[in-house]
């Protein structure tokens, strides 16, 4: 079989796997959200907690809530690396330096996952299960909380409650992540993905030589970085590292964790709102800008130019030579259009115009599918200005599900899509214009841009995958992208449930003959090209300085 047909067998069966669990999935995510009823060891925590489960929170509140947690997760996993060496199952393993400490802490609390230390070398194994596995869980349900807050902005009338933040989160991990996370432990552990306490194990070489393999709780780290969109590796290689991903169906089985729950959110979104259709509008738009990705970077990678290339059938440079080309490009794909930042090839040798896909990809936003929870609120945020396009164009006060677009409304979403381009361009700026920041480049030219554009693209959407060729663990680049990724997760979060607060407070207009109709190819048509537009316009001029000059040259 070649690569191209396996290559198609795999993308099928991915598409098929999503469509089998989009309407099951989606709809216990819907009734996970909207039952009265909380479990036993939910009330646990909201009574250690110190919060009352049954009262409902205005959006400041939820705001702060979700901002205290996230704060008080920087702190006790800043503080886990900083006494590293001074707790159990530390594995040898020294005090995380303190810029270090800072980037991780802040990478993991904001679902980024961002990585510019070597992991097998500088976490332990208690800060590895206590620290980043827990992060892992409570980021991913942060994300998931603000979507469903967005959610019931449009699905409630006259009210300035948004839902519970605490309330939310908690069943989000209890409900939904914890049990996902268990049932795919059990099957990474049954394939040969390590799992055990044991910092390592000697073994014997081929040439008769001995050498230390470092081991831990790999495979519960695994499960959840893939299911929460993390992507945090246990080691440095990531899931190029066979003790991660030990086989193709593996590696396809992570690229399936990581869609799964943002593509089915659109499904729990129309059920909340009480027209399934609206869903079937979103996840449509999410899936055909997935094709397109995936579709692009494959072409790309298969069809380099290059004698050697050309002999070797693609381009295989930095592949995981193990599964394929399609393979790694399919997974490419998916972790740059979910933000999960998981790799299992090297994206910095991909060819130029491939690296450009990885890039562009990001650069929509992450909303196709995007991260769980933050590919919904993200392309909601996008529905709202397309609906205000669609608007101008007739002359009428623009509505989505019944809920009127004003100046306030219109000014929140503009600026929810400005804030991300602006960190990105303001910090690569930055960056190139700064000895520190050319310090830490080990190229010049475009791919030395290239490389600069993607760390600051990948922390200020929140993504984490790196290109490499970079050298970022050094204080200007912890700093910055520490930066880059708190903003980047916490001021969009500002603008989403500011707005989720206003359209709650409104009434219902009712449909007339005039409504544009949100739930029709129409719609997912401009939808698209609103996405499509808005970031060609915001970062065409630094892509074509970048990967577009060096594929052309």
């Given at each position: 079989m070649s690569a191209t047909t396996a290559g198609w067998l795999q993308f099928a069966l991915l598409v098929v796997a999503l469509v089998a669990v989009y309407r099951p999935l989606g709809d216990w995510m819907a009734r996970v959200f909207t039952s009265p009823a909380h479990w036993r060891a939910e009330r646990l925590v909201?009574?250690?907690?110190?919060?009352?489960?049954d009262a409902e929170q205005r959006w400041p509140v939820y705001l702060r809530s979700v901002l205290a947690l996230s704060a008080v997760g920087v702190l006790l996993l800043y503080g886990l690396q900083r006494l590293q060496s001074l707790l159990p199952l530390d594995n040898g393993m020294a005090a995380v330096e303190p810029g270090s400490a800072w980037n991780t802490a802040v990478s993991f609390v904001t679902n980024t996952n961002w990585q510019g230390y070597v992991g097998e070398s500088t976490m332990g194994n208690l800060v590895q299960m206590a620290g980043l596995a827990v992060q892992n869980f409570l980021s991913a349900a942060v994300g998931i909380a603000v979507a469903i807050a967005l959610v019931r902005g449009f699905a409630r009338v006259g009210t300035d409650r948004l839902g519970n933040a605490w309330v939310d989160v908690t069943r989000a991990v209890v409900r939904l992540l914890l049990p996902l996370a268990v049932v795919t432990t059990v099957v990474f552990v049954l394939a040969g993905i390590v799992?055990?306490?044991?910092?390592?194990?000697?073994?014997?070489?081929?040439?008769?030589?001995?050498?230390?393999?470092?081991?831990?709780?790999?495979?519960?780290?695994?499960?959840?970085?893939?299911?929460?969109?993390?992507?945090?590796?246990?080691?440095?290689?990531?899931?190029?590292h066979p003790f991660e991903d030990p086989s193709a169906w593996i590696s396809l089985l992570q690229v399936f964790l990581m869609l799964m729950i943002p593509f089915s959110l659109p499904r729990t979104f129309g059920r909340m709102v009480g027209n399934t259709k609206q869903g079937l509008a979103i996840v449509g738009v999410m899936a055909s800008l997935y094709a397109i990705g995936v579709g692009l970077l494959t072409l790309f990678q298969a069809r380099a130019g290059g004698a050697a290339t050309a002999l070797a059938g693609a381009a295989t440079e930095g592949q995981e030579v193990r599964f394929g080309g399609p393979l790694s490009a399919l997974f490419g794909a998916s972790t740059t259009l979910t933000s999960t930042g998981s790799v299992n090839s090297l994206h910095d040798s991909y060819t130029p115009l491939g690296g450009a896909v990885t890039l562009f990809n990001m650069m929509l936003g992450e909303v196709a599918p995007g991260g769980v929870g933050s590919g919904l609120y993200g392309m909601l945020m996008l529905a709202v200005i397309a609906v205000f396009v669609a608007g101008l164009m007739v002359g009428r006060t623009p509505e989505y599900l019944g809920k009127k677009l004003g100046r306030r409304e219109m000014t929140l979403a503009s600026l929810y899509i400005l804030t991300t381009p602006a960190i990105v361009l303001v910090g690569t700026a930055v960056a190139i214009g700064t000895s520190a920041g050319r310090a830490g480049m080990l190229n010049d030219g475009p791919h030395g841009l290239s490389e600069v554009l993607y760390a600051f693209t990948s922390a200020g959407n929140n993504n984490g995958s790196a290109f490499a060729g970079l050298s970022a663990n050094t204080d200007f680049y912890n700093i910055a992208l520490g930066l880059a990724m708190a903003f980047g997760r916490f001021l969009p979060i500002v603008l989403v449930l500011a707005l989720a607060g206003r359209l709650a407070q409104q009434g219902r207009t009712p449909v007339t003959a005039g409504t544009f109709p949100t739930h029709r190819p129409l719609f997912a048509g401009l939808l698209t090209a609103v996405v499509l537009v808005v970031v060609g316009l915001t970062y065409f001029p630094v892509l074509a300085l970048g990967p577009f000059a060096e594929g052309l040259s």
């Amino acid at each position: 079989m070649s690569a191209t047909t396996a290559g198609w067998l795999q993308f099928a069966l991915l598409v098929v796997a999503l469509v089998a669990v989009y309407r099951p999935l989606g709809d216990w995510m819907a009734r996970v959200f909207t039952s009265p009823a909380h479990w036993r060891a939910e009330r646990l925590v909201y009574r250690a907690v110190g919060v009352d489960a049954d009262a409902e929170q205005r959006w400041p509140v939820y705001l702060r809530s979700v901002l205290a947690l996230s704060a008080v997760g920087v702190l006790l996993l800043y503080g886990l690396q900083r006494l590293q060496s001074l707790l159990p199952l530390d594995n040898g393993m020294a005090a995380v330096e303190p810029g270090s400490a800072w980037n991780t802490a802040v990478s993991f609390v904001t679902n980024t996952n961002w990585q510019g230390y070597v992991g097998e070398s500088t976490m332990g194994n208690l800060v590895q299960m206590a620290g980043l596995a827990v992060q892992n869980f409570l980021s991913a349900a942060v994300g998931i909380a603000v979507a469903i807050a967005l959610v019931r902005g449009f699905a409630r009338v006259g009210t300035d409650r948004l839902g519970n933040a605490w309330v939310d989160v908690t069943r989000a991990v209890v409900r939904l992540l914890l049990p996902l996370a268990v049932v795919t432990t059990v099957v990474f552990v049954l394939a040969g993905i390590v799992q055990t306490l044991k910092a390592g194990t000697d073994v014997s070489t081929l040439a008769g030589g001995s050498q230390y393999l470092p081991t831990g709780p790999v495979a519960s780290q695994e499960a959840i970085k893939e299911i929460g969109t993390n992507g945090g590796g246990f080691y440095n290689a990531n899931s190029a590292h066979p003790f991660e991903d030990p086989s193709a169906w593996i590696s396809l089985l992570q690229v399936f964790l990581m869609l799964m729950i943002p593509f089915s959110l659109p499904r729990t979104f129309g059920r909340m709102v009480g027209n399934t259709k609206q869903g079937l509008a979103i996840v449509g738009v999410m899936a055909s800008l997935y094709a397109i990705g995936v579709g692009l970077l494959t072409l790309f990678q298969a069809r380099a130019g290059g004698a050697a290339t050309a002999l070797a059938g693609a381009a295989t440079e930095g592949q995981e030579v193990r599964f394929g080309g399609p393979l790694s490009a399919l997974f490419g794909a998916s972790t740059t259009l979910t933000s999960t930042g998981s790799v299992n090839s090297l994206h910095d040798s991909y060819t130029p115009l491939g690296g450009a896909v990885t890039l562009f990809n990001m650069m929509l936003g992450e909303v196709a599918p995007g991260g769980v929870g933050s590919g919904l609120y993200g392309m909601l945020m996008l529905a709202v200005i397309a609906v205000f396009v669609a608007g101008l164009m007739v002359g009428r006060t623009p509505e989505y599900l019944g809920k009127k677009l004003g100046r306030r409304e219109m000014t929140l979403a503009s600026l929810y899509i400005l804030t991300t381009p602006a960190i990105v361009l303001v910090g690569t700026a930055v960056a190139i214009g700064t000895s520190a920041g050319r310090a830490g480049m080990l190229n010049d030219g475009p791919h030395g841009l290239s490389e600069v554009l993607y760390a600051f693209t990948s922390a200020g959407n929140n993504n984490g995958s790196a290109f490499a060729g970079l050298s970022a663990n050094t204080d200007f680049y912890n700093i910055a992208l520490g930066l880059a990724m708190a903003f980047g997760r916490f001021l969009p979060i500002v603008l989403v449930l500011a707005l989720a607060g206003r359209l709650a407070q409104q009434g219902r207009t009712p449909v007339t003959a005039g409504t544009f109709p949100t739930h029709r190819p129409l719609f997912a048509g401009l939808l698209t090209a609103v996405v499509l537009v808005v970031v060609g316009l915001t970062y065409f001029p630094v892509l074509a300085l970048g990967p577009f000059a060096e594929g052309l040259s």
